[in-house]
């Protein structure tokens, strides 16, 4: 009998065995966890937001030694050398782009005309609209249990899905909660074709966080994560000493210019990458309060849909 | 052909045709919503918080002249008249009570040694636990999304859910962000064996809500809800007049006591019962972005339940 298998315009579209996305995340998703991912019939995606130009042309061409299926690079819109970003990924044929963080009018044309799949992540109905109007593929609607940088709106992936995929003709995949087979079952009830996975990529073998981050975000328990630094640009950090500083500010009433100066700079890279974990500011979703291993990509992606098959027939039984 | 149904441990242990639970809100459900929603087959909450145990002992007389089927009365246990309250319910032979914010071990053997089944509100996995050892017979597990009080620790119910169901033995009910037949069907995915809708059922033509407000949320849009006051008792409002108040205050750093006085006395009954929009407390969902209609109450639980067998049998068609 064959193993059953979930396919849907997502997989169609980008030729995947699976709809499970790996979340393109700065300082963790280097072309070592995306390939694991792409070769685990996922999607994976190299995390361009935190490489200069050099590593995430390295990056690219190390991902593509390693895996013969497709792979996607993230772009965050906002980024300072964009340009040069947008140029590697033409040059080295990559096949498809997530961008965020910024307007996707700008680069979805160039990309569509080199044959380059494009998908933009939105947190509200409205920039879903406008990022379909901007002629994109296909959406990721990312929720508010998600980690790292964040909508205003604070609608949650259980709100925000459904309505996005509702209001839009493209296909939606869903972000943000999604650490386990049954939070992927229930995105496709809400309509989703595909689930993008941060988090619990983060805790993998092959993801590039610094040990200490991984080791400390399996520590995290249920509340541990905050949504913070909302006068600036929204960003869900595990608590440390970092998070309790600006918390601090933030409960005393500090202004954008004093939480700017907190902030500093590459305190990311500080701690995701170097693993300061006073020091550094830990992105990271919800479900780190939930996980307890750290595992192989491959088996993340096996283990998430086994459960989500099995999430599926499981409530289909119920039907009477 | 017999009508598709859906039957859980939820629906068997009340005795309910559906698994859509009515939920128990402050000035929005009295006696006329929660005996509709139980004569639709679902379970109606009267809801205490907001009542005398005069006007409490009124709707559940009147609540029992209007249905044969079971409905229930939502209990705040740190209400000041708990006792008297307690006390109404037993005499007059309530079937289920739902408890929220305080100690479920308090009441919980003295309903139970009646007969009467006993559900408990929480937030969090560390509090399911605990409702569970003191013996209720099933719980909520309300996420972020929700409208009203809410916890502290912000998990939205799609990472809530999963992680309580596997945690505890008892039926999990899900709660906050519900609101059509998608989301219910991703709670049945996420383990629980029924949902919780309160939003929904406040735009409803039974609902007692003040009709400025009921026309008031209709309008709103997404991101159109915030929780706020998390220094006192977090609480998702809808913004007005009052919201910016609070906002602001928190904004400038402002502390308990300030932010006591702005809150004042009886806002939710100004808000919700009398339709003062601007000076009023109006405690409402993130969903509320996302409403458009008033509807009879029957014709919701109608309308889930057709979305919600029709998405389990598209997402199971998915497979192959």
Same mark, same amino acid.
């Given at each position: ?86 140029? &590697? ?77 509702? %209001? ?25 074709? %595909? ?9 993998? %073998? ?87 291993? &750290? ?26």
């Amino acid at each position: 009998m064959l193993k059953p298998s979930l396919k849907t315009k997502v997989t169609r579209l980008f030729g995947l065995e699976n709809p499970i996305i790996q979340a393109g995340m700065i300082w963790c998703s280097g072309w070592k966890l995306a390939s694991a991912v792409s070769n685990a019939g996922g999607l994976g995606i190299i995390g361009s937001g935190s490489m200069y130009p050099k590593e995430l042309e390295e990056n690219i061409k190390k991902c593509q030694a390693n895996t013969k299926k497709p792979f996607a690079v993230n772009v965050p819109l906002l980024y300072p050398a964009i340009e040069k970003h947008i140029e &590697i990924i033409i040059r080295n044929k990559v096949p498809i782009v997530f961008t965020s963080a910024g307007n996707p009018k700008t680069h979805t044309p160039k990309l569509k005309s080199y044959g380059i799949k494009v998908v933009h992540v939105v947190s509200s109905v409205k920039f879903a609209k406008k990022a379909e109007m901007a002629g994109v593929d296909a959406l990721v609607a990312e929720g508010f249990e998600a980690g790292g940088h964040n909508g205003r709106e604070e609608t949650t992936t259980l709100v925000l899905v459904p309505a996005v995929a509702k %209001a839009v003709s493209i296909p939606v995949i869903a972000a943000g909660g999604i650490g386990n087979g049954q939070a992927m079952a229930a995105c496709m009830a809400l309509g989703a074709e %595909a689930v993008q996975v941060g988090t619990r990529f983060v805790a993998s %073998a092959e993801s590039s966080a610094h040990t200490n981050f991984k080791r400390y975000l399996l520590e995290a328990k249920e509340g541990d994560t905050e949504l913070v630094m909302k006068q600036l640009q929204p960003v869900r950090l595990l608590k440390n000493d970092f998070y309790k500083e600006v918390k601090a500010a933030e409960l005393r009433g500090a202004k954008k210019e004093e939480l700017k100066k907190i902030l500093g700079r590459a305190r990311a890279k500080k701690g995701m990458s170097q693993g300061e974990l006073n020091e550094g500011e830990l992105e990271i979703g919800q479900i780190s309060g939930y996980l307890n291993n &750290i595992l192989p990509a491959a088996e993340i992606v096996a283990n998430m849909m086994q459960e989500c098959i099995e999430t599926i027939k499981r409530t289909h039984r119920s039907l009477s």
